[in-house]
């Protein structure tokens, strides 16, 4: 895998709060090789170490884009909108709502939730859900509102990602736990206390910051996009 430059600027992620870490008394001994310092109770992450990794990830995800037309790469729910723009921008499906367990270890029961989704979005565009009796239009339109929740940013997913990107380890365990039993390669931003080693590629950075999570999706989102790019010159 060749090494580009992504422009990953030092500065950009202190004003970003991507060095800030949790308190010293919530931390994980094992991400102490990426803490260089503690500052007023708080563990600050070493971003010498969380430019490199994001580096890698960005080479990662642009040979992944370019190689495939596809590129199935799932962003996570913290900071929602922020997601979800990131996710529509690089044209990946993406979940940030609650994850439902079994997403991809039981994939044949989501494709059937899907293909029920994608039914009833017809069904709705047509105007046939409004020549239903009330309650049974009521009850179906119920149904598509939740799926449109939990499902919204998979509904075109027609097989498991390529590679998944996941922003808050701790919240969303089970998901990293299905590509771990599954081998999907995984990117996760980790905070101080979360495990480095669960992951393919850890980035360590603040996962509660806005502008922390914001700043390495969209040096992600990026590195897909050139690599999309690339893809579709080569054609």
């Known amino acids: 895998m060749a090494r580009r430059y992504w422009n990953i600027n030092l500065e950009e992620m202190l004003e970003a709060g991507v060095h800030f870490g949790h308190g010293t008394r919530k931390w994980n001994p094992r991400m102490a090789p990426y803490i260089s310092a503690k500052r007023k ?12 990794f994001l580096s890698e990830a960005c080479d990662l995800v642009f040979d992944a884009a370019s190689k ?12 929602a909108d922020s997601v979800a723009r990131a996710a529509i921008r690089a044209r990946c499906h993406y979940v940030n709502k609650k994850w439902l367990g079994g997403m991809l270890t039981n994939w044949p029961t989501t494709e059937t939730r899907l293909h029920k989704f994608r039914d009833l979005r017809t069904e709705q565009k047509m105007g046939r859900l409004n020549r239903l009796p009330k309650r049974d239009a009521a009850m179906l339109k119920r149904q598509l509102s939740r799926l449109q929740t939990y ?6 997913m027609t097989g498991l990602p390529d590679i998944v990107i996941i922003v808050d380890q701790q919240e969303e365990y089970t998901a990293l736990r299905e ?29 509660d910051a806005i502008a922390s999570i914001r700043l390495i999706l969209n040096k ?13 010159r080569n054609l």
């Open 68 to 79: 495939r037309n596809i590129l199935n790469c799932w962003y996570k729910k913290e900071a």
């Open 151 to 156: 499902l919204g940013g998979i509904k075109y």
């Open 179 to 207: 590509c771990i039993t599954l081998g999907i390669p995984t990117i996760c931003l980790i905070d101080t206390n979360c495990d480095p080693d669960l992951a393919d590629i850890s980035i360590p950075a603040n996962d």
């Open 220 to 232: 992600l989102v990026v590195a897909i996009c050139e690599g999309r790019s690339g893809y579709i």
């Open 41 to 52: 109770g708080i563990h600050i992450t070493n971003l010498t170490r969380t430019a490199r």
